[in-house]
């Protein structure tokens, strides 16, 4: 029971940590996708000016069909994406 509760406690601190981590918005990895026609006009501008604003938080997207992107949101290959 101890070895379990201590387990509990220490993610309870790595959550915590990210958490504070992903409201300051100063460092970490933005992960997204988007279709073909929002990368073409709409994502560059916004990308651009996330990485301006945050310039420490790796932002990566990839370009495919709802459908692929659907499944990698599933896999938690991405946080969201745009279609």
Avoid: Y
């Avoid at 959550?15 to 990368?39: H, I, N, Q, Y």
């Avoid at 709409?42 to 990485?51: E, M």
């Amino acid at each position: 029971v101890l070895q379990h509760a201590l387990s509990l406690v220490h993610g309870a601190a790595l959550l915590s940590s990210e958490v504070t981590r992903m409201t300051k918005l100063d460092a970490g990895d933005l992960r997204f996708g988007c279709g073909p026609a929002p990368a073409m006009k709409l994502v560059p501008n916004a990308v651009a000016r996330f990485i301006n604003a945050h310039p420490k938080i790796r932002t990566t997207f990839q370009v495919d069909n709802w459908e692929t992107l659907s499944r990698r949101l599933s896999r938690e290959e991405i946080e969201f994406f745009i279609a």
